[in-house]
């Protein structure tokens, strides 16, 4: 009873870290923009130039928005009982949730290669040495997703780990 009264804490902690550190990378790339001047042209950086990070921070609203459901589906079903069904349910949400907000973070973290170091053999030139606060937003932004992937990875193996009783072994 105790391990489950733990397993259920560790859940809700868990959960609330994802949706925060998601939420937080999201809005961190929604308010990030900055504008320059280049020989008297002004230049604006911002997260909607680029579908990448489009993509990026939708993903982690997205992910932020179901983790908060599945949250409130934590408090509401699984505390009166343990089923495996429930956990085999959840196990998929955080599946998808890890994989969607992945797949932002490679999307986002690619693009923001090319905006650090260039890329000279197509001829694109690094901007952060233009944009450094805009760039700064965007890497600290990924590393908040990052943390949220890692959050969400660990709630998928436990919940793998107690719904593994919903298929019953299969005997040789």
Known sequence: MKTQ?????????????????????????????????VFGTRFEARYSYSSAFMFFAIANAVASAFSFLSLLYILIMCRQHSNPTHYFFLFLHDLLMMLLVLAGCAAATAVG??????????????????????????????????LSVMFLLVLTIANASRSRQVIPPVEC
Do not use: P
């Not at 994802?18 to 900055?34: N, P």
């Not at 290669?113 to 600290?140: E, L």
């Open 5 to 37: 009264k733990l397993f259920y804490l560790t859940q809700i902690c868990l959960r609330i870290l994802a949706i925060a550190t998601s939420l937080a990378a999201a809005s961190v790339m929604f308010t990030g923009r900055q504008s320059t001047f």
């Open 113 to 146: 290669y090319i905006g650090k170091y260039g890329n000279s053999h197509i001829g694109w030139m690094a901007i952060c040495g233009q944009f450094g606060k805009f760039c700064n937003r965007v890497t600290s932004s990924v590393i908040l997703s990052y």
